[in-house]
T-cell receptor, first 113, second 109 residues
């Protein structure tokens, strides 16, 4: 089966600009996750969707970050405006349901200048 | 106090040694995950447990629900096992997924 697809792989922007990441989960996976991983740290869950509904977004900085999964398949994560501390790898994962193993994409490495 | 704590934070061992990584949690859970992250970023899900024990190759994961504790064991460790091992729990109250800080394992040849 095809894995979780993410794009772009790399993105470099200046602070205060906007950026968007895209994730296509494994076909049929109802649960989708977005993580932020800062260099040297473990992944931090930003938001998790069950189909097109949000299960948990308690750690999403909602003043600048937004995410959607309108049709319950693909998802986009947006940062507007970006800050220097947003430099990180943004990982998308999906699973059949909430209590099933997660499959991870390769991530998008974001650098803020 | 973190809701999910892993120990040790760092572990260096010689090839062939038996490795144990521990995870303790303080919340009610519906499932516990063990994941592996290699240098360069790729994350792989190793196990998902809600009770008992699971084995896959040289990896064994156990969970004791009463004691709120899980262990990940690696038998006959190999340098390619060098990675960060992360424990994550799914809370049974609100479906939140809480991650541990990870254990960095280095296996020397």
């Amino acid at each position: 089966e095809a894995g979780v697809a993410q794009s772009p792989r790399y993105k470099i922007i200046e602070k205060r600009q906007s950026v968007a990441f895209w994730c296509n989960p494994i076909s049929g996976h109802a649960t989708l996750y977005w993580y932020q991983q800062i260099l040297g740290q473990g992944p931090k869950l930003l938001i998790q969707f069950q189909n097109n509904g949000v299960v948990d977004d308690s750690q999403l900085p909602k003043d600048r970050f937004s995410a959607e999964r309108l049709k319950g398949v693909d998802s986009t994560l947006k940062i507007q405006p970006a800050k220097l501390e947003d430099s990180a790898v943004y990982l998308c994962a999906s699973s059949w349901s909430l209590n099933q193993p997660q499959h991870f994409g390769d991530g998008t490495r974001l650098s803020i200048l | 106090k973190n809701e999910v704590e892993q120990s040790p934070q760092n572990l260096t061992a010689q090839e062939g040694e038996f490795i144990t990584i521990n995870c303790s949690y303080s919340v009610g859970i519906s499932a516990l995950h063990w994941l592996q992250q290699h240098p360069g970023g790729g994350i792989v899900s190793l196990f998902m447990l809600s009770s008992g024990k699971k084995k896959h190759g040289r990896l064994i994961a156990t969970i004791n629900i009463q004691e709120k504790h899980s262990s990940l064991h690696i038998t006959a460790s190999h340098p390619r096992d060098s990675a960060v091992y992360i424990c994550a729990v799914r809370m049974d109250s609100n479906y939140q997924l809480i991650w541990g800080a990870g254990t960095k394992l280095i296996i020397k040849p």
